[in-house]
T-cell receptor, first 112, second 115 residues
């Protein structure tokens, strides 16, 4: 699986959009970008994933650059409950067993 | 909405004792996982389980650890002789495999404290 790089932390004001970057310059053609988050002391939570097209669901949007070397997770209207560690993980479709390798992620703090 | 459940939420045990952590994955899921997170550290993969056998395990998952799906609904992690360094949050996860999708759904975790 390709390695990812994320900022250690970022702050966001409540009600504003939070844009979380992730670099994955060694990503290969069959690898997807996955985002998970972990609210303090809870289990990780799946957010969204994508291959090359932008994706949106009820939680967030995922923007992947054309060269696929980086992506941005967008939380459109951050709330205090979005305070969490956000993980960007790259996984290939050929990995059947699918273990997830979590890095340190980005600690996002949403402030009132 | 279906969810993964884990029991107990907190387990305190003495060093050298056996513990069994229990998980009920989402009912139609086929892949099952255990992860752990030592306080202040990253979430670490322990083991994956598919078709009633271990499909992959990490270096952490040594002979002291075992997993079982005894009755088609529960998925258990046993630690035979606990050590102080086994103190951690243990998360169970499950996945419905569709064309290589890696959406995993995690339980709330069991906090294991070894004294």
């Amino acid at each position: 699986d390709a390695k990812t790089t994320q900022p250690t932390s970022m702050d966001c004001a409540e009600g504003r959009a939070a844009n979380l970057p992730c670099n994955h310059s060694t990503i290969s053609g069959n690898e997807y970008v996955y985002w998970y988050r972990q609210i303090h002391s809870q289990g990780p939570q799946y957010i969204i994933h994508g291959l090359k097209n932008n994706e949106t669901n009820e939680m967030a949007s995922l923007i992947i650059t054309e060269d696929r070397k980086s992506s941005t997770l967008i939380l459109p209207h951050a709330t205090l409950r979005d305070t969490a560690v956000y993980y960007c993980i790259v996984k290939g479709t050929t990995d059947s067993w699918g273990k997830l390798q979590f890095g340190a992620g980005t600690q996002v703090v949403v402030t009132p | 909405e279906p969810e993964v459940t884990q029991t107990p939420s907190h387990q305190v045990t003495q060093m050298g004792q056996e513990v069994i952590l229990r998980c009920v994955p989402i009912s139609n899921h086929l892949y099952f996982y255990w992860y752990r997170q030592i306080l202040g550290q990253k979430v670490e993969f322990l083991v994956s389980f598919y078709n009633n056998e271990i499909s992959e395990k990490s270096e952490i998952f040594d002979d002291q650890f075992s997993v079982e799906r005894p009755d088609g609904s529960n998925f258990t992690l046993k630690i035979r002789s606990t050590k102080l360094e086994d103190s951690a949050m243990y998360f169970c996860a499950s996945r419905l495999t569709t064309s290589g999708s890696h959406e995993q759904y995690f339980g709330p975790g069991t906090r294991l404290t070894v004294t």
